[in-house]
C-alpha cells in the first residue's frame, strides 16, 4: 500500500507542469507567501525552477531556503477533496552553474517559451530538495513519505543516450506517439514531439502543453525503454504481444 501511494504521488507530480510554491515572506514577517509557478521533476524526485530573482518567492528564498510545493489534480466537478494531491517540503538552493545549463536546457524542452527567460540573464534554476512528502489520494489515503523513499536512484543512461533516444523517436517513429498521444490522452496529433524521457515514463509535446505517460514498469536499460516504446505502439494499435 505504501509502495502505491509512493508511485502514486510520483505520477502525479510528474503528470502535472505547475503548483503553488510556498515560502516565508520577508517583507511580511514570516507569513507564509504562496505563487503558482511550472516545475521540471526528475527521475530521483528533485523539483527545478527556473525563476527570476526579481519575482517575491526568490527574494523569499535568498532569506530563508523552507519551501514546500503543493501539486493537485484538479475537479473539473464534485468534491476536490476526492482527488490527489502533493505537498514536496523541503529547502530551496540554487543550481551549481556547472549542472545548471544542461537541466535549462531541459527545462526549456518542456517549456519552450522560457527560452525568453534564459535571455533575460536574470533567471536562475532553483532546487528543491525534499525532506518530506505529504501525499493524500482521496479519503482514507493519506500518506507522510520519508526523504528515502521519495528521492530514487540516478537514471541507468548518460545524457548523450538520452538525447539519441529523443531523437530517434521524434525523427523515425511520429506515427507511433501519435497513436500513443490519442490512446492515452485522447489528443489527435499527426506529429507531438518527445519532450523528456524518464525511467518512469516519457513527455509528448503537442499544442503547447506536455503530456506524460508511465511505462507499464521501471526501465532500467535503453533497451528496456525501446521495448516500453514498441508495447505501447502495439497496444496503441490494437496489435496482441
Known amino acids: 500500500m505504501r509502495q502505491q501511494a509512493l508511485h502514486d504521488a510520483k505520477t502525479l507530480v510528474f503528470t502535472k507542469s505547475s503548483g503553488v510554491m510556498s515560502t516565508l515572506s520577508h517583507n511580511l514577517r514570516g507569513y507564509p507567501f504562496g505563487s503558482v509557478a511550472p516545475y521540471m521533476c526528475d527521475e530521483q524526485g528533485r ?5 527570476s530573482n526579481i519575482a517575491q518567492h526568490t527574494k523569499n528564498l535568498q532569506h530563508d531556503s523552507r519551501m514546500s510545493l503543493t501539486v493537485f ?7 476536490q477533496n476526492e482527488h490527489g494531491r502533493v505537498t514536496i517540503v523541503g529547502d530551496g538552493r540554487l543550481v551549481d552553474t556547472d549542472k545548471a545549463e544542461s ?5 526549456i524542452v518542456l517549456y519552450p517559451e522560457a527560452q525568453s527567460y ?3 540573464h536574470d533567471f536562475n534554476l532553483w532546487q528543491l530538495d525534499a525532506i518530506r512528502v505529504r501525499y493524500i489520494g482521496g479519503f482514507g489515503k493519506i500518506f507522510w513519505l520519508e526523504q528515502d523513499e521519495w528521492l530514487q536512484p540516478s537514471k541507468p543512461w548518460d545524457e548523450e543516450q538520452e538525447q539519441h533516444m529523443i531523437e530517434h523517436m521524434n525523427g523515425d517513429h511520429l506515427d507511433a506517439m ?12 499527426p506529429s507531438p514531439i518527445m519532450s523528456g524521457l524518464l525511467p ?3 513527455y509528448l509535446q503537442s499544442q503547447q502543453r506536455n503530456y506524460y505517460i508511465a511505462f507499464n514498469a521501471l526501465c532500467d536499460s535503453p533497451m528496456a525503454v525501446r521495448k516500453a516504446l514498441v508495447k505501447l505502439t502495439k497496444a496503441a494499435r490494437g496489435e496482441s504481444e
Open 200 to 202: 518512469q515514463g516519457f
Open 118 to 120: 534564459r535571455n533575460a
Open 73 to 79: 489534480d484538479a475537479a473539473e466537478q464534485g468534491d
Open 178 to 189: 501519435s497513436l500513443i498521444l490519442k490512446q492515452h490522452c485522447n489528443v489527435n496529433d
Open 47 to 51: 523539483i527545478y525552477f527556473f525563476i
Open 103 to 107: 537541466l535549462i536546457d531541459k527545462y
